[in-house]
C-alpha cells in the first residue's frame, strides 16, 4: 500500500492540489470526490517566487515557502491529506524539484506512476507530474498540457462519451497542443506556436502599425466576419503560400481599406488559426481523419477554433471545464488506485 | 521631348540618384553610361530626416535639406542634370510626394512614365519611382523593389542572359520578394514576410530562450548542416504541418541537445527559408515550374537561398550587383527615350 493510500485510509477527506506555471500558481481544496472546496491564486509562478536567491538552496526554500503560505491553512486541518499533487512548470530543470519528461504512448496511471516527490517539510509530500516527450526528428515535449488530457479524458468518461476509439483533443493557446489519444493512450501530439506568433506579429512587426490598439467586441459581425475571412484565405489556394506569405495581406487590406484597423486583429487571428488547423489536417493519418474531436479550453477560444474546424469539414465539441483540477485530481485518483 | 531629355541634350554628362527608404538614405552620382562616380549614405531614411517638425511644409523643407545637404555639391556642377531619380519611401504616404502604387502588368517603361515630380528648388526636380501593386484576395505592393526588378532586368539583358520568357526573380530579405517576370513584364509577384518573423522570433519568442547570442561563423560545417537540417524539415512530411508547428523543434532540438544554442540560429534560419521556398514552389502555376530563377542580393543570403532551392530540386542563378542603382539608372534611361 502506497503511502498516498495509507493517507486516504486514515480518515482524510480532503486533498490539496496544485497548478503551478511560470506566471501564476493556483491552488485547489478538493474533496474526496474531487469537487472544489476553495481554490486561491497569485503571480508566484516559478519566475515570481516569493524571497530571493538563485542558488538551489535558495529556490527551493523559496518554493517550500510560497507553497506553505497559499496551502499552510488547509493543511493545518487534520482531514486534509499529507500528500500535495502538482503540475506544471514546477516539475521543469527551473522548478522545485525536476520531473523528467517521460516518453510516449502515455497514459492517466503511467503519468500517476511517474510522479516526482519533494518533501516540503512537516511530513508533507508534494507529488509533481512528469511532462511528455515524443522523440522523432522533430521531437516535441509538453509540461502541464499533459495533466490537462488526464483531465479531459476523465470528463469524457464522465459525461458518457467514452474514450475508446480515436479522439484528437485540441488544447489551443500560446502554444496550441493537439494530442491524439487511442483507447485512452496518448500515441502522439503536436505543437503549434499559435498564440505566441499572433502576439508577437500584432505587437512586434510592421503589420501592429496599421492595427488598431484594441479589436472589435467579439459580439460584433465586422469582427466575425474579418476572422472568416482570415480562416478562409488560409484554407484557400492562397494559404498554399504558407503563412509566411498570406500574412502580409493583413497590412495590405488595411491599405486597399478592405479592412478597418480593428478588423485586422481578427483578420489575423483568423489566419493563424486557419492555418493551424490547416498544417493539424495534413498532418493527420487518414484513420485520424475520422476521429472524434474535442477542444478545451475558455469558451471564447473554443469557439473560434470550432468556427475554424467548420471551414475545414470538421466538427468538433468543447469541453469548457477547467481541465487541469479535474487532471490533478484524476492523478490522485490513479495512485490510489493503483496503490489499492 | 521631356525636361528630361533637354537637360541631357543640354551637355549633361552626370546624374544623382536616390535610394531612399525608411531608415537610410543613399545618394549616387552615375555617368551618362550609369557608372557610379560617388556614392554617400547615411540615416536620414524618412523616419529620421534632420530639422523638426511634423507638420506638412516642415516635413517637405526637411526632405529638401537633407536632400541638398547629401547632393547639393554634386549639384552644383553644371554638367549635372537637374533632374533627379528617387526610389522607396520618399514616395510613400510619409515621404516627400506620395507617388501612388501603379497596377500590375508592369515594365520599367511603365514605371518611368509613372513617377512623380516634387521641386526641389533651385530648379531642380526630384522624379520619383511608384510602387507596385497586385490587386486580387490578397493584395500585395512593393516599393523600392519595383527599382531593383528594373536593375535586375538590366543587368540580364547586360549579361546576355536576355529578359525573353519566364523569369522568376527572388528578392529575399525582411520581406521577400518573388517576382514573375515574362518578356520583360511583371505579371505577378509575392511577398514572404520571412526575415521580420525570423528576427521576432530569434529575440522576443520562447525560442531565443535557449539559442546562443550569436550563430556560428557561417563558414563553419556545423553552421551548414544546422541550416541544411532545418531546410529538410520545412521540405518533409513534417513540414506540411507548417510553420507555426515545425518552429517549436528549434526549442526540443535543444532541449534534446540535438542542436547547441549556436546551432538553433541557423536551424531556424533554415526552417524559416525552407518554408518560404516550399511555399513559393506551392503556389507556381505548372508553366513557372520551368522558369529561370535569379536570386538578388548579398552573397551570403543568395547562397542561403539556393541552398535551399537546391533541396526543393531548383536551380537558380546569383546576382550580386546592386540592383537598386542600377534600377534607378534604368529608370533615367527609360525616361530619356521615351523622351526621345
Known amino acids: 500500500?502506497?503511502?498516498?493510500?495509507?493517507?486516504?485510509?486514515?480518515?482524510?477527506?480532503?486533498?490539496?492540489?496544485?497548478?503551478?506555471?511560470?506566471?501564476?500558481?493556483?491552488?485547489?481544496?478538493?474533496?474526496?470526490?474531487?469537487?472544489?472546496?476553495?481554490?486561491?491564486?497569485?503571480?508566484?509562478?516559478?519566475?515570481?517566487?516569493?524571497?530571493?536567491?538563485?542558488?538551489?538552496?535558495?529556490?527551493?526554500?523559496?518554493?517550500?515557502?510560497?507553497?506553505?503560505?497559499?496551502?499552510?491553512?488547509?493543511?493545518?486541518?487534520p482531514n486534509t491529506s499529507r500528500h500535495v499533487v502538482a503540475c506544471g512548470m514546477v516539475g521543469s530543470a527551473q522548478g522545485w524539484r525536476e520531473a523528467a519528461y517521460i516518453p510516449l504512448p502515455a497514459t492517466t496511471d503511467g503519468l500517476a506512476g511517474s510522479m516526482v516527490s519533494v518533501d516540503a517539510g512537516n511530513g508533507v509530500q508534494v507529488h509533481i507530474a512528469p511532462g511528455l516527450i515524443e522523440h522523432g526528428e522533430l521531437p516535441n515535449v509538453m509540461r502541464g498540457e499533459e495533466t490537462q488530457i488526464a483531465g479531459v479524458l476523465s470528463h469524457l468518461e464522465h459525461a458518457g462519451l467514452g474514450t475508446g476509439g480515436r479522439w484528437l483533443i485540441g488544447l489551443p493557446g500560446t502554444h496550441s497542443k493537439w494530442v491524439q489519444v487511442e483507447d485512452g493512450v496518448i500515441v502522439h501530439f503536436d505543437t503549434f506556436m499559435t498564440g505566441e506568433v499572433f502576439a508577437l506579429l500584432s505587437r512586434h512587426s510592421v503589420l501592429g502599425r496599421s492595427m488598431a490598439e484594441q479589436g472589435l467586441d467579439a459580439s460584433d459581425p465586422d469582427a466575425r466576419q474579418a476572422f472568416d475571412r482570415g480562416i478562409r484565405n488560409a484554407a484557400s489556394l492562397h494559404g498554399d503560400r504558407g503563412l509566411l506569405s498570406t500574412i502580409f495581406s493583413s497590412r495590405t487590406l488595411g491599405l486597399t481599406h478592405a479592412l478597418s484597423g480593428a478588423e485586422q486583429i481578427d483578420y489575423l487571428s483568423g489566419l493563424l488559426i486557419g492555418h493551424e488547423i490547416r498544417g493539424l489536417l495534413a498532418g493527420l493519418a487518414p484513420e485520424w481523419r475520422t476521429a472524434r474531436v474535442a477542444v478545451v479550453g475558455r469558451a471564447h477560444l473554443c469557439q473560434r477554433y470550432r468556427q475554424a474546424m467548420l471551414v475545414n469539414d470538421l466538427d468538433a465539441i468543447s469541453v469548457y471545464e477547467d481541465a487541469t483540477v479535474r487532471g490533478l485530481w484524476a492523478l490522485i485518483s490513479a495512485q490510489e488506485q493503483h496503490a489499492g
Chains 1, 2 share one sequence.
Open 1 to 77: 500500500m502506497s503511502s498516498f493510500c495509507r493517507a486516504v485510509s486514515d480518515g482524510v477527506t480532503q486533498f490539496v492540489a496544485l497548478d503551478w506555471g511560470t506566471s501564476s500558481l493556483r491552488a485547489y481544496l478538493l474533496s474526496a470526490s474531487g469537487a472544489i472546496l476553495d481554490v486561491r491564486g497569485n503571480d508566484w509562478g516559478i519566475m515570481g517566487l516569493p524571497g530571493s536567491g538563485d542558488d538551489a538552496a535558495s529556490r527551493s526554500a523559496r518554493f517550500a515557502q510560497a507553497f506553505w503560505q497559499i496551502a499552510g491553512d488547509w493543511l493545518a486541518q
